[in-house]
């Protein structure tokens, strides 16, 4: 499925949007009551101005006229106070709903799988979790709200105007369906537009967050000129949907905001003669023409409204859409957690084969491989033989398209993941790393550990000279995904970050690669030491011949414990064993 293309319209997505303001229903009533007084106070304010000129400015009676003027100032006063409190009421619960909506959003982006994310660019979620959260947010403490009102203002307008002078609410009405056609097409036309604008904001996300975290290739590449032509695209194409929707703006919004005037006039016109012919009094005409801006205002609004409300349609359709797919890879319902034991785990692939998804022929084919408790296996194989797919699947990152795997004989599928993933370590060959301190990166797993303990960790990864050469040691801060550091300093991080959680599993994805022949054999000799009996899962060459107990070559055919597999598929190495 396409990260961005829509799967809900608008007839769905604005009910479960609206569906969102529920939980905080006692405020959102408060809110929406202040708005109703509010509507009141406005529509009492023409019947006052009719008034201080019938009653008292037309008969000359200056003491009626200063009870008016009061009259008027406090439905001033009132509709001040109350919008006032209304804002600050319907923000902050517009504010809960974001702030809630982001969490369940981050928290199923990182529930889904790898294979997701593959899929996604990161510029793209990001957009998700900033520019989408806040069109919404807009939306609920804005749009909605001032489309309900705007609707009951036009009701309680259009209602006194047919008290005041049924003849000029015909003549009035009769101006509104010149609205009608230019309003839908203007609303249709923003509802296309915002959802490629979306997609278009997110893309420039992605180039920008592309660029920055490859900012070293680039200059190293001299990519630069490149990548500044290639941001500029992208850059270019955001602005050409922003200059379409201001045409499109400056096209409907004049008119219908000059429609409006037309009628206006259109209507003193006919009323001016009503009041000169002595059929219609002054202050009921300047009363009507009041409650015909009421009426209007609404109208007017119309545009933005009707923006602000398709941005949020767009914007919660991509962002509903990965609130609703659900995880690949989660727990069963009848899911039972992994008995933690101090030693090292059996792991078994069983006729396990994986083919992703559009691919024409399988990764992995009918593995059959069993480790022992506290054994050291290593799987070799030319590239793209599915060697890191195959450790990732002991964590669960992946899942196998037959067969199955199990961890001292249970099923991994019958596992809960927080037990499983708490009792396996992943080291990947390009590890992440965060932008805390060295301290706060080893001790990911296990934020209460102690400074010996990661300096233990540390040295069993011959990484302990970091603390000496970095400057504040264990408090030094690494930078944006560790680019303070050698791509062999952050392997070795990244082991010690696995080590310090006392895995029975240990799976190194060509942890290695980076690393000096020195500095890998310090390493490996220390390993063992550490690991306190952990099964390991190994992949790359060099630790093949430095580190196994036993080598499992992928490629050449499916992959075998049997003794008579072949030393193809499995061999011992001898030195690694001895």
């Known amino acids: 499925m396409s990260a961005d293309r829509p799967v809900d319209g608008s007839a769905r997505t604005l009910p479960r949007l609206l569906g969102l303001l529920r939980p905080y229903w006692a405020r959102t009533s408060v809110s929406f009551g202040l708005g109703v007084v509010m509507i009141v106070a406005s529509a009492l304010l023409p019947l006052a101005i009719r ?51 982001r969490s369940r959003l981050a928290r199923r982006i990182l529930q889904l799988e790898p294979a997701w994310h593959d899929g996604v660019a990161t510029g793209q979620v ?67 537009m915002f959802r490629s604008l979306q997609r278009k904001e997110g893309e420039l996300s992605a180039e920008a967050e592309e660029s920055a975290a490859g900012v070293r290739a680039i200059k190293a590449l001299g990519l ?14 955001l602005m050409a949907e922003n200059l379409a929707m201001a045409r499109v703006r400056a096209r409907y919004s004049p008119l219908l905001g000059a429609l409006p005037a037309v009628g206006q006039a259109a209507i003193l016109w006919y009323g001016g003669r009503l009041v000169i012919q002595g059929q ?73 084969s994986i083919c992703h998804e559009g691919a024409r022929r399988p990764v992995l084919e009918q593995i059959d491989v069993t480790v022992a408790p506290g054994e050291r296996v290593t799987f070799t194989g030319s590239s793209g033989t599915g060697k890191s797919t195959l450790l990732a699947l002991v964590p669960r990152l992946a899942a196998p398209t037959a067969g199955r795997v199990l961890l001292d004989g249970h099923d991994l599928a019958d596992l809960t993941l927080g037990s499983l993933r708490s009792q396996v370590a992943l080291v990947t060959q390009e590890p992440v790393l965060l932008s805390g301190t060295l301290r ?53 991080v990244a082991i010690a970050r696995a080590l310090l959680l006392r895995p ?36 790359g060459d060099g630790t093949a011949r430095r580190f196994a107990t036993r080598v499992i070559r992928l490629g050449d055919a499916p992959a075998s414990a049997d003794e008579d597999a072949g030393d193809e598929l499995s061999m011992t190495s001898v030195e690694g064993a001895r």
């Open 280 to 352: 219609l009094t002054l202050g009921t005409l300047v009363s009507f023409t009041t409650y015909l801006l009421l009426l209007t205002g609404p109208l007017q609004a119309l545009t933005s409204l009707s923006a602000v409300t398709r941005r949020a349609m767009a914007a919660a359709e991509r962002v509903f859409e990965v609130l609703d797919r659900p995880p690949a890879i989660a727990d069963r319902a009848a899911a039972v957690p992994l008995p933690a034991l101090p030693h090292g785990a059996q792991v078994t692939f069983e006729g396990v």
């Open 126 to 192: 990001l957009s998700r979790l900033g520019s989408d959260m806040a069109a919404i947010r807009f939306f609920l403490s804005y749009g909605f709200i001032f489309a309900i009102l705007n609707a009951l203002t036009a009701i309680a307008a259009l209602t006194q105007m047919a008290v005041l002078s049924p003849r000029l609410t015909v003549a009035a009405v009769a101006i509104l369906p010149l609205f009608a056609p230019a309003a839908v097409r203007y609303d249709r036309t923003l509802g296309v």
């Open 51 to 101: 008034a201080v000129i019938d009653d008292a400015i037309v008969p000359g009676r200056p003491g009626l006229v200063a009870t008016g003027v009061a009259v008027l100032l406090a439905l001033a006063v009132i509709r001040w106070v109350c919008g006032s409190v209304r804002r600050a009421v319907g923000g902050h619960v517009a504010l809960d709903v974001e702030y809630g909506l």
């Open 224 to 237: 630069r000129r490149q990548r500044q032509t290639r941001f500029d695209d992208v850059s270019a194409g």
């Open 504 to 539: 029975r599993v240990l799976l190194l994805d060509d942890a290695l690669s980076q690393v000096d022949a020195m500095t890998e054999a310090a390493v490996l000799e220390r390993l063992p030491a550490a690991l306190g009996g952990a099964t390991v899962l190994a992949t």
């Open 440 to 492: 706060e990166n080893v001790a990911l797993g296990r934020p209460g550990a102690g400074d010996d303990e990661i300096r233990a960790a540390l040295y069993a990864a011959a990484a302990l000279d970091l603390v000496e050469t970095l400057p504040g040691g264990l408090d030094a801060v690494l930078g944006e995904q560790g680019n303070s550091l050698s791509g062999g300093q952050r392997q070795r």
